[in-house]
C-alpha cells in the first residue's frame, strides 16, 4: 500500500488543521492507521492510532483532548483533526500502516510509510 499525506502548513498558536493521509495499491480497510511526527533535532515519535475498522483509537499524551484520528475506509483515507494548536506540535507529520496493532502501537515499527507533511506552528 502507498500513502501519502497531505494538510500541513502554518499556522498560529491555537489554531487548528486537518491532515489527511490517502492510500492507494490495496484497500486501506485491513490495516490499522497511525499517525507520527518529528521534529527538527528530535526523534520520530508516535501521535495516534486509529484500528482498522475505527472501533479503537490511542493518543500521545501530549496531545489527548485537543488531536482526533478518524478514517473514512470507502475513500481509503485517515484523518487527524489537530485543534489549540501549539508551536511545539511543530513537525513533519508522517502517516503509516500495519496489520498489527502493537506495530504502531507502542513499537513504531510499520510496515508502511507515507511521505510526511510539515505542520508549523508559530507563537
Known amino acids: 500500500v502507498q500513502l501519502q499525506a497531505f494538510g500541513g502548513g502554518l499556522v498560529q498558536a491555537g489554531g487548528f488543521l486537518r491532515l489527511s493521509c490517502v492510500a492507494s495499491?490495496?484497500?486501506?480497510?485491513?490495516?490499522?492507521m497511525g499517525w507520527f511526527r518529528q521534529a527538527p533535532g528530535k526523534e520520530r515519535e508516535f501521535v495516534a492510532v486509529?484500528?482498522?475498522?475505527?472501533?479503537?483509537?490511542d493518543y500521545t499524551d501530549s496531545v489527548k483532548g485537543r488531536f482526533t484520528i478518524s478514517r473514512d475506509n470507502a475513500k481509503r483515507t485517515v484523518y487527524l483533526q489537530m485543534n489549540s494548536l501549539k508551536p511545539e506540535d511543530t513537525a513533519v507529520y508522517y502517516c503509516?500502516?500495519?496489520?498489527?496493532?502493537?506495530?504502531?502501537?507502542?513499537?513504531?515499527?510499520?510496515?508502511?510509510w507515507g511521505r510526511g507533511t510539515l505542520v508549523t506552528v508559530s507563537s
Open positions: 495499491g490495496r484497500t486501506l480497510s485491513i490495516y490499522n
Open positions: 503509516a500502516a500495519d496489520r498489527n496493532y502493537d506495530d504502531i502501537y507502542p513499537r513504531g515499527e510499520c510496515d508502511y
Open positions: 486509529i484500528t482498522w475498522n475505527g472501533g479503537n483509537t
